[in-house]
């Protein structure tokens, strides 16, 4: 059975191919198109997706959309008879649900060739259930107790499930208007931070403040003990003005969701370019504090709900790593999966899985352990790529570029951090989500305390205050980490001992965390190496990882590695088997 997946019309636009059960392929939009988030139909994933499984369209028996504008019909009606939302939001809703709707016009317009031929079916998946299943079918656990949080998908901004076998039981939902994730959204939005998917930016700032403002933070939203929460309205206008919302072609802009009661209560509002304050810092930590209460009555409730020790998590919400990194700590969870594209991105997966086990005899998929399942490039590309650069070949004593045998790509690469140098490391397939794994990173030593600065001069030029992640030899973890715990795909923040803070000062948070990537051999056996020969050098069996790029998408084809290494001030490149260093 061969299922195409997925996300579109939406933020994080994203394709996958699913085959017998086995994922083929899985890639975002927005690293083809290189515009970040980008929103609408995803042409070129869904082509990339064909071609990499070789499976012509006319093969495939489903295509599976994380949407369905039916779901929650009555509802919709309903808020709108008894809450008489003005007009731009009532035209907001039909202008979404006719996106959706026109979505084989799109595939004949796009595909009109391969259209002919397609017998296939497209069906709606309702966007929780897409989301609940790509966390867990993926998982691996026999039986989970299964959550899905973000803004908002199909009316809906939580829904919590049983997962047993094949089947989900739903449990709880939360209906629009209200939403933890639109409640995360709404003040990073008053903090100064505008752009869609902002709210991670917010999270790392959390840790520069205090919790002032919790009481307050308590009366926007609001709790019941029993795992539902609401907003208090009257700090938004989403449920009566609308958002002004803009999800198709391009990069997606949403239009504030906060009321002047929100400045009432807790000050003006910070313009992008103005100084961050301690009040600013303050806000931000306690709006995180506010989102970990809500979160973790949420699970403390489904854990006495379903008895379940494993938790499968995702949607926009389970992207927040540092309340994943105390689910330990503050749930009686004992086991969690996130899959690497927790976001919406990741419903393009989770629509193809949920129509997948609609039949009871298909066997489950085992648990994902690899996040590269985006498009790979062979040493041959590399070499004519490399061939046809004129900046390489004029310019050639400004470059040494060479290649190697991989045990000495690893050696030389390793030294060159350990002097540290910056470096690109692209290797292998594209990773699916938002984060770089060692397929597409820059790796440099983290045992700097000037790296950040320097990373930040030579290609990030990001905020200061943001920290950057550490990618560490699974057996090393209890050696650095207050945890024992495996995160293969980055998406927990735990505390860092104490005593190895002063070690590591270039990926410890001001709060004395890190937001940890384990790696063993089996999942990444390069990457698994580069670090183990650093660790070897160095006693320091850990790699500062950030993702290859310079304020766009993390690059996908080795023109946009290159491209990015010959603009910036990046030292050294590993493409492939091929080692490129400046002179
Ligand atoms: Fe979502």
Redesign the pocket.
Same mark, same amino acid.
Do not use: A
């Given at each position: 059975m061969i299922i195409l997946g997925l996300n579109a019309y939406h933020g994080d636009a994203s394709a996958c191919l699913l085959k017998d059960g086995k994922i083929v392929a899985a890639a975002e939009e927005e690293r083809f198109l290189r515009v970040k988030h980008w929103a609408g139909f995803p042409a070129l994933a869904i082509r990339y997706c064909l071609e990499e499984g070789k499976i012509p369209l006319s093969d495939v028996h489903v295509i599976a959309l994380n949407r369905d504008p039916s779901a929650n019909v009555f509802r919709k009606v309903l808020f709108s008879v008894a809450r008489r939302p003005g007009f731009s939001f009532i035209r907001d809703r039909l202008k979404n649900a006719a996106r959706t709707g026109k979505i084989d016009a799109d595939f004949r317009s796009t595909f009109p060739d391969e259209m002919k031929r397609f017998h296939g079916e497209f069906r709606n998946v309702q966007?929780?259930i897409a989301?609940l299943s790509s966390a867990f079918h993926l998982s691996g656990y026999p039986e989970a107790a299964v959550c899905?949080v973000?803004?908002? +998908?199909d009316f809906v901004s939580l829904m919590t499930a049983v997962g047993m076998g094949a089947e989900l039981q739903v449990l709880d939902q939360v209906y629009f208007p209200h939403s933890l994730g639109l409640f995360y959204l709404a003040f990073s939005q008053y903090l100064g931070f505008p752009n869609y998917g902002d709210e991670y930016k917010v999270m790392g700032l959390s840790g520069y403040g205090k919790p002032t403002y919790l009481e307050k933070m308590r009366e926007v939203i609001l709790t019941d003990g029993g795992g539902a929460f609401r907003l208090d309205l009257n700090y938004f206008i989403h449920h009566s003005e609308g958002v002004a919302m803009t999800w198709e072609g391009g990069e997606p802009k949403m239009g504030n969701v906060f009321s002047d009661e929100i400045e009432n209560v807790f000050g003006p509002a910070r313009l992008a370019d103005e100084p961050i304050s301690q009040r600013h810092k303050d806000i931000a930590s306690s709006l995180q504090a506010r989102y970990e209460e809500c979160f973790f009555e949420i699970l403390k409730v489904l854990y006495a709900r379903t008895g379940q020790t494993c938790l499968a998590l995702a +949607?926009?919400c389970a992207m927040n790593s540092l309340a994943n990194g105390m689910i330990f700590d503050r749930s009686p969870f004992r086991e969690v999966f996130i899959q690497p594209a927790a +976001?919406?991105a990741g +419903?393009a997966l989770g629509a193809a899985l949920a129509i997948y086990h609609e039949d009871a005899d298909h066997v489950r998929l085992p648990r994902l352990e690899r996040a590269d399942l985006g498009p790979g490039y062979t040493d041959s590309y590399i070499a004519d790529l490399l061939a046809r650069t004129p900046a390489l070949a004029v310019a050639s004593s400004r470059f040494r570029v060479r290649v190697l045998p991989e045990h000495d790509l690893i050696r030389e690469l390793a030294s060159r951090i350990e002097d540290g140098l910056v470096a690109g490391f692209f290797q292998g397939r594209m990773e699916w989500g938002p984060r770089a794994l060692g397929n597409r990173s820059i790796v440099v030593d983290p045992r700097r305390n000037d790296m950040k600065e320097i990373l930040n001069e030579k290609i990030k030029r990001r905020e200061s205050f943001r920290p950057f992640a550490p990618s560490i030899l699974r057996e090393a973890v209890a050696d650095y980490f207050e945890t024992d715990a495996e995160v293969p795909f980055m998406q927990q923040v735990f505390r860092i001992r104490p005593e190895k803070r002063e070690v590591i000062p270039a990926v410890t948070h001001v709060d004395g965390t890190g937001r940890l990537q384990t790696v063993t051999e089996a999942q990444n056996p390069l990457y698994y190496r580069l670090i183990k020969e650093f660790g070897q050098k160095t006693g320091v069996p850990i790699i500062l990882n950030t993702s290859f790029n310079e304020n766009e998408p993390i690059v996908n084809r080795p023109e946009e590695a290159l491209d990015c290494f010959l603009r910036t001030r990046m030292d050294v490149l590993a493409l492939g088997t091929t080692l490129i260093e400046r002179t």
């Open positions: 966007h929780h989301h899905s973000d803004g908002f +998908g +949607g926009g +976001g919406d +419903g």
